[in-house]
C-alpha cells in the first residue's frame, strides 16, 4: 500500500462524511455495536523499509461503534499485537541484502498497544433490513495513541536498545461489514496508521548514520471481525409529552 494511495483514500473518506455531518439531524440513527477482531499486525520503519507479509504477527482488537446517520459511524477501538523486523530480510531487486541493512544487521521484536478513535463512512445503510443485500464497504480516518514495547539489537558495538514509544498516530483504511441477522455482524478491515515518530525500532536513537531521517515509522493493522448490534427504539413526541397515552 502506497504513501500515494493511502492519501487518496483519505481524502475519499473525508469529502462525502464532511457534507453528511452538515445534513438535517432527522437522519440520526439509534444503533451501535461492540465487537471484537483477530488478525495481524506489521511494522515499516528503518528495519522493514517495506511492507511485507513476512512481518505480519498476530493481533487482537476490541471496539465500540455509533451509528450517527446511516452512511457515518464512530469508532473507539483497542488494538494489542506483536511486532517484527529484520534486516536479514530486506533483500534488493538481485535477491541480496542491501548495502546498509548488511552493515547494520539490527533485528527488532516487541508488543503495540494502540487506542483509535476513528470516523467511518459506509456506502450503503447495511442495517436496513427491507434491504436484500445488508452489505457495505467503507472508509476510514482517525487519530490514535500508542505504547510499543520493543527491543532491537544488532551486530555494530553498542547497537542495543530496549525501550517504550508513546506516540500518536493517524489510521486511515478501508474494510466491508456484513449484517449476518439483526443482531450480528461480519467485518473485513485493512489500514495505515501513520505514526509522528521514528522511534519504534530505535534504530535513529542510537545512531543517525545508520537511519533513514527523512521517513517516520508505519505499522498497520489487517483483521476480521464479529460484532452485535444494539438497537434503541426513539419513544415518539406525543408520547413523551403524555405519557399517559402508553396505558
Known amino acids: 500500500m502506497t504513501k500515494q494511495l493511502l492519501f487518496k483514500t483519505l481524502l475519499v473518506g473525508l469529502a462525502?462524511?464532511?457534507?453528511?455531518?452538515?445534513?438535517?439531524?432527522?437522519?440520526?440513527?439509534?444503533?451501535?455495536?461492540?465487537?471484537?477482531?483477530?488478525?495481524?499486525?506489521?511494522f515499516k520503519g528503518d528495519l522493514a523499509p517495506e511492507y511485507r507479509l513476512l512481518n505480519n504477527r498476530p493481533a487482537v482488537s476490541a471496539f465500540y461503534r455509533k451509528d450517527i446517520s446511516a452512511p457515518v459511524t464512530l469508532r473507539g477501538t483497542v488494538t494489542y499485537g506483536l511486532l517484527r523486523a529484520n534486516d536479514a530480510d530486506v533483500k534488493g531487486e538481485n535477491g541480496n541484502q542491501l548495502p546498509l541493512a548488511a552493515l547494520r544487521q539490527a533485528s527488532m521484536k516487541g508488543s503495540m498497544l494502540d487506542l483509535a478513535g476513528t470516523l467511518e463512512y459506509n456506502f450503503f445503510d447495511y442495517h436496513n433490513r427491507r434491504d436484500k443485500l445488508h452489505f457495505t464497504p467503507y472508509v476510514f480516518v482517525g487519530a490514535a495513541?500508542?505504547?510499543?514495547?520493543t527491543r532491537t539489537t544488532g551486530a555494530q558495538a553498542g547497537f542495543e536498545q530496549s525501550e517504550n514509544t508513546l506516540g500518536i498516530a493517524i489510521p486511515v483504511g478501508i474494510g466491508a461489514k456484513l449484517a449476518l441477522s439483526?443482531?450480528?455482524?461480519?467485518?473485513l478491515e485493512t489500514g495505515a496508521r501513520k505514526a509522528i515518530t521514528d522511534l519504534i525500532d530505535h534504530v535513529k536513537e542510537?545512531?543517525?548514520a545508520f537511519?533513514?531521517?527523512?521517513?517516520?515509522?508505519?505499522?498497520?493493522?489487517?483483521?476480521?471481525?464479529?460484532?452485535?448490534?444494539?438497537?434503541?427504539?426513539?419513544?415518539?413526541?406525543?408520547?413523551?409529552?403524555?405519557?399517559?397515552l402508553l396505558r
Open 16 to 42: 462525502p462524511a464532511g457534507s453528511v455531518f452538515f445534513a438535517a439531524s432527522a437522519a440520526a440513527q439509534n444503533t451501535s455495536e461492540i465487537g471484537l477482531g483477530l488478525g495481524g499486525l506489521n
Open 145 to 149: 495513541g500508542f505504547m510499543a514495547f
Open 182 to 187: 439483526r443482531h450480528w455482524n461480519l467485518g
Open 206 to 208: 542510537q545512531s543517525p
Open 211 to 244: 537511519a533513514n531521517r527523512y521517513d517516520q515509522d508505519w505499522y498497520y493493522y489487517t483483521g476480521i471481525s464479529v460484532s452485535y448490534t444494539f438497537y434503541k427504539i426513539n419513544c415518539p413526541d406525543p408520547y413523551k409529552a403524555d405519557p399517559k
